[in-house]
């Protein structure tokens, strides 16, 4: 049984910083792409991250770049986003996804596996 966990949500002030974990069970974990995605009420559910399954590669949409941060510690079965000089725009809830399709990582559809979403809410 395949299980995603993300934590380390919360309420911060603007320009303040989190780190949202994403813990995996139930599968090879090295062998999945994970995703961060967010989605905000009546919004689409938009990317925010991707990692490979070594973690050697990253992708980050250009809302959060030079901003946020995703790494992974395969050893943990753990994925992080360090997310850092958070704007209100930021809050919304955060979800981790995994994949071993490999093309398209942005696109939320290839993702078989989610968790259950941590909620960012960033105040001005």
């Known amino acids: 049984h395949v299980q995603l966990v993300e934590s380390g949500g919360g309420l911060v002030q603007a320009g303040g910083s989190l780190r949202l974990s994403c813990a995996a069970s139930?599968?090879?974990?090295?062998?999945?792409?994970i995703a961060w995605f967010r989605q905000a009420p009546g919004k689409d559910r938009e990317f925010v991250a991707t990692?490979?399954?070594?973690?050697?590669?990253?992708d980050h949409a250009d809302s959060v770049k030079g901003r946020f941060t995703c790494s992974r510690d395969n050893a943990k079965n753990t994925v992080y986003l360090q997310m850092n000089s958070l704007k209100p725009g930021d809050t919304t809830v955060y979800y981790c996804a995994a994949t071993t399709y490999g093309l398209d990582n942005r696109n939320l559809a290839n993702y078989n596996y989610w968790g259950q979403g941590t909620q960012v809410t960033v105040s001005s």
């Open positions: 139930g599968l090879t974990f090295s062998t999945y792409i």
């Open positions: 990692i490979s399954q070594s973690g050697g590669r990253t």
